[in-house]
């Protein structure tokens, strides 16, 4: 078969803007989600049984799901159970934000945990109080440790954003197949799709790498 | 919340024929990621800039693209592309297992290159030629490092091989969004396959977590 790569030239306000739902969901539901992450992150290792529990069944329950049937169970289920229609931005939002929250809370969860015991032994000596503790020794060497996964659960969660075409809300991915289905042409454009998606996570993943290489050299370990 | 459940009206039979396809599904793509992986991560890991870099990029797509774009690219494009009609089950397999083969052969190269320097030398010292410190000293140390990742890797599958559903492949994904429409049980229908998949992965996550601690007892 031949390929036209030229069927796409009509295509590019639709792409683009498709990719901009798609920055943009991504964009909001990591800082929703990171901040989700970091309190659960909190719960988990807090000495409340109650909290650890909520906490960890939460997690444990969106790591042990798959992303799409999340999804469909909160664009199905959420508006009959509360009563309310949701739009397919906020839909999408709650969902992805509910799974960033959980996988961004196993990363704090690690960091804060790698923090040695002899720098608490090392506070106790000092006689810091419990708010110095964490604010000044344990919370910024955790969060730098956190940042290379923590991007690297931005480039999962760019990536699993494409799943929210299944349910009908117009991203990168759904405008591709809208496209490749008038077109009869899947080929050339979720060829073009699979790149634009490409372009844009394999530099960040290039970056997780950089980032973790000064972060390390600055940690000296 | 005025919202009767009736979990009486949902067939659990079509879930579980579903969950079977999943399973199979899960496993043949395990057996092509687990085995193909490992010649993927020597070819990542080669001298040769040639052999390098079609592997590297082979990785990197798969690693740098949603999941869903490959499966969808994967049942449009192949039988355009190359002519072929394969069954919706094999291709399927075949999305499912490339894109485990990309994820495993970066864990299996990341724990071969976490054998310690010294081990090495110290093969040398012995006297062993290259091929037996592969063999003994390399093999022996890095599959047992990789094994609770490749675990981890073919839990995430499980989970990803749901986006089947979107190509019509009949698995537990496929059979909820059918069942769902058809009883108009939507909460019932999701809730009890979510927590059929949860089922699945949990007892494996929870084995994973056992093995990577009793790897750090050891080791440390």
Redesign the interface.
Known sequence: ?SLDFSVLDRFQAALALGLWTTIKLTFICVVLGCSLGFLVGLARASSNVLLRAVSSVYV??F????????L??IF??LP????VELSNLASGVIALTLYMGAITSETFRASLKSVGREQFDACVALGLPKRVQITSVVLPQAVLRAVPTLLSNC?SLF?????V??VGMADL?FV??NI?NNTAR??EV??I??LI??AI??PL?RAVTLVERRILKKLAI | MNYTFDFQSVSLAPLFDGLLVTVQLTVAANIIGIVLGFPLALLLMSRLAPVRLPAMLFVEFFRCTPAIVQIVWFFYCVPMLFNVFLGSMTMGVMALGLNLMAFNAEVYRAAIQAVPREQLDAGIALGLNPLQRVLYIVLPDALRASVPVLLTNGIVIFQQSALVAIVAVQDLMYQAKTLSTETYRPIETFTIAALIYFAVSFPVTQIVGHLERRRQAITS
């Open positions: 078969m444990e329950f790591r042990g799901t798959p992303v799409l049937i999340q469909f169970w199905f289920c009959l159970i509360l009563g480039v990536k699993e954003s494409a799943l075409s299944a991915m591709g197949q490749s899947p080929v979720l060829t799709v699979a998606y490409f996570a394999f993943t």
